[in-house]
């Protein structure tokens, strides 16, 4: 509402919908970049996955080599 008394009549008339367009923008790229990390991980995990299963690391090869085991610990 501050715009009416800052700008002139025609530029204020645009201000809500230069505003709308911007947020709009705004969010569609940010859900965008969302999308694309996810996918991003996804595919890192199945390309991490795939390769340990080609070279024979499995999941219990982790819990075997965990640090706290070679230090003596219960985990």
């Not at 999308?35 to 199945?46: F, R």
Request: net charge positive; with cysteine.
């Amino acid at each position: 509402m501050t715009a009416r008394y800052l700008l002139p009549p025609t530029v204020s008339t645009f201000a809500p919908f230069t505003a709308l367009v911007a947020l709009r923008a705004t969010v569609y790229r940010s859900l965008r970049d969302c999308v694309q990390c996810l996918l991003a991980v996804a595919a890192g995990a199945a390309l991490a996955a795939s390769l340990a299963a080609a070279a024979g690391i499995h999941g219990w090869t982790f819990r075997t080599a965990h640090p706290t085991r070679a230090l003596g610990g219960k985990n």
